[in-house]
């Protein structure tokens, strides 16, 4: 059983910045595919970026140049720096953990964009 701890979300101005983190439980952290998936009221969840257990990095086209994510393989923690932050980036923001066939996800956190 793989437990993830996201934090880092909050009310950002457009064009702003956040970081997230994602703390994971587990010895074996550094194997597990690390993503970062995202879910705004009224539609599905879905992909912002994935860090292979090599550190090959995929981001999805909307958040491409704006976000990074580095991974800490030393402190179980992965990262999503989002910057140029826009108003369709509002969503909850979950941590995905993956590993053979499981998929592990924490409880999410909410990011919001003031107007």
């Known amino acids: 059983q793989v437990q993830l701890v996201e934090s880092g979300g909050g009310l950002v101005q457009p064009g702003g910045s956040l970081r997230l983190s994602c703390a994971a439980s587990?010895?074996?952290?550094?194997?597990?595919?690390m993503g970062w998936y995202r879910q705004a009221p009224g539609e599905q969840r879905g992909v912002v970026a994935v860090?292979?257990?090599?550190?090959?990095?995929n981001y999805a086209d909307s958040v491409k140049g704006r976000f990074l994510r580095p991974r800490d393989n030393a402190k179980n923690h992965v990262y999503l720096q989002m910057n140029s932050l826009k108003p369709e980036d509002k969503a909850v923001y979950y941590c995905?953990?993956?590993?053979?066939?499981?998929?592990?996800w924490g409880q999410g956190t909410q990011v919001t964009l003031s107007s």
């Open positions: 860090i292979t257990s090599g550190s090959r990095l």
């Open positions: 587990g010895s074996i952290f550094r194997l597990y595919v």
């Open positions: 995905n953990a993956h590993i053979a066939t499981m998929d592990y």
